[in-house]
């Protein structure tokens, strides 16, 4: 799949990358150095998936590899070959919104928005995560990652322990939604 | 962000030869430093080999009772793994202690080992940094080095080694496996990073194109507690301005044996020798723990800005060894 290639790196050539985005199949010809994140806004148009810091400080870019919460603005693209990737556009499922989106909505849990996304994605992965425990604290310390810079701390953790009962799997498993 | 090619290698061996003795290359696992620091153009690898894959992600107890950890296994998974959460458990504390929960899912074991400095002038391409580019000086000397380390610095770099993991690996004491061109060798992990001196670029003991396979744990001290303890500006996500691991062994009251290693402080992981020495056979007191503290730093060197951190380092010493002995004695308590 990967190219080796001794051409000067700024001409190196683009890579054949198949993502595997909220269930479909996405094949894709990339440069080596295009980051998950730029991939999944520019290239497949998924632009749920915020671009905050680009350097894994904010969050804001946060989305499930294989059910697991990581930076999207730290992955190579050409690295997540045969990995289930799944956005915040993939939450839903059925037309029904994932308990962690419906208890954010109930419980107005942000204020610009902007951070939301990212916040979704890491909260709805923690709640399939039995290695984190369910107190608060231990909610707040797994969501240290990412930042609100509207504050909105309060009700976001309220949201996420309200959607605790509801959880489910973000990663649809390829079944599409 | 500057391009590069990108390989991807199915065993160490391949990655090993597409590496090569050359300068350009790099490795990549987590990728969680190097995209950073590729983006903020301070690294400029032509070529990157993907080492994600490699079949390193298991961790095994050893006939020997050592505990081997494979390069690939990720920051989350090791923090979370039963035989490091029973019989390592500072291990499993320093990691979550770091970074963020996305942060962990990505970085490696071996990625962790190799993790750099935080220092904003090595970070800023506008900046002298011998460390960065060599012969160019340091503007952290005489800069904003609040963060900055105390100890093991020259007058060459001054930068803080970030890691919390590898804290408690200089306290457990560790091995590394080398995988090389000509071969495999086992390194000390408090021999694998280097003090620097008046070479800060060159920063470990690895040689053009050695990978990291496994990471090798000492056996376990028998009758030990263990404690981290981290000091820094926000509870949670950010990096240490002090920080101690310590495990100790007491026996009716005497400390019979004492592993102490210092985060946020050191320009490398640093185990704190001295004071290991200064607590061989004393009683398990506040009084021993203190005075370990000030063997621990009688050498440390103050800047303008992170003299503070002395007595932070002292005070997380006095705790991290209580608490450690309080374990101790807890666990002899429970078996007695």
Known sequence: ?177 | MRNFALTSAPAPERAIAAHGPRREASYIAGGTTLIDLIKLDVLRPHELIDVSRLALDEVERLADGRLRIGAMVTNTDLAHHPLVRDSYPVLSQAILAGASTQIRNLATTGGNVMQRTRCPYYRDVAAACNRREPGSGCDALHGINRMHAVLGVSEACIATHPSDMCVALAALGASLTLQGPDGTREIAFNDFHRLPGEHPEIEHELADGELITHVTLDTPVAGAGAAYLKLRDRASYEFALASAAAVVAVEDGVIRDVRLALGGVATKPWRAVEAEQALDGQPAAISSYEMAAEAALQDAVPREHNAFKIPLARQAIVRALRDAATASEARQGVQG
């Open chain 1, 1 to 177: 799949m990967m190219d080796h290639t001794e051409a000067p790196p700024q001409d190196a050539v683009e890579m054949t990358v198949t993502l595997t985005v909220n269930g479909e199949s996405r094949p894709l010809s990339l440069k080596p150095n295009v980051v998950l994140l730029d991939a999944l806004r520019d290239r497949l148009g998924l632009t749920g998936t915020k671009k905050g810091c680009d350097h894994g400080q904010c969050g804001a870019c946060t989305v499930q590899i294989d059910g697991k919460a990581v930076n999207s603005c730290l992955r190579l693209a050409a690295m997540c070959e045969g990995q289930r990737i799944t956005t915040v556009e993939g939450l839903a499922r059925d037309g029904q919104l994932h308990p962690v989106q419906q208890a954010f909505l109930e419980r107005d849990a942000y204020q610009c928005g902007f951070c939301t996304p990212g916040q979704m994605m890491s909260a709805a992965a923690l709640l399939e995560d039995e290695r984190i425990g369910d107190s608060d604290a231990e909610v707040r310390e797994a969501m240290s990652g990412n930042i609100c810079r509207c504050g909105a701390y309060k009700n976001i953790l309220a949201a996420i322990q309200d959607a605790r009962p509801h959880s489910r799997p973000a990663d649809s498993g390829g079944d599409g939604r």
